[in-house]
């Protein structure tokens, strides 16, 4: 999938940028972060830690998107706004490897390690920061 076809069919648009919205989801960010930072790893929470924290990472993604006039409604899309409206080509890679990641644990059973999951939400951390710092 690429920006056209998710502006085409409707899963991508344009919106006034608002700031109320923005601080909102950035709030929510935040505290499922603090979730996340509260929770212990292990055989039981690995998987949730995880979901947490990517949702965490998409609201940040998502108050990007409407800063910059888009409201997305696939996550797919939010790759390509990564990669093709702000030139962040390694960032959207890696969120696109932790969408499907994530994907695999809600849909499809897939189970995290203690260890497989500290790392990928140490990734997920650093990516959150990175767009954060360019709100």
Avoid: Q
Avoid at 30 to 57: F, G, I
């Amino acid at each position: 999938m690429d920006w056209k076809e998710c502006f085409d069919s409707g899963m991508v648009k344009e919106v006034k940028p608002d700031k109320e919205m923005i601080n909102a989801l950035l709030y929510s960010a935040d505290n499922r972060m603090k979730s996340v930072d509260m929770l212990e790893t292990d055989n039981v929470t690995a998987n949730s830690k995880l979901s947490l924290a990517y949702d965490a990472l998409r609201e940040v993604i998502e108050a990007l998107a409407i800063k910059h006039g888009y409201k997305i409604y696939n996550h797919e899309c939010y790759t390509c706004f990564l990669r093709e409206i702000l030139k962040y080509d390694p960032e959207a890679e890696e969120f696109d490897t932790l969408r499907r990641t994530r994907n695999k644990v809600n849909y499809y059973g897939k189970e995290l390690s203690v260890d497989e999951s500290n790392l990928l939400i140490k990734k997920i951390k650093a990516l959150k920061l990175f767009i954060t710092k360019n709100l």
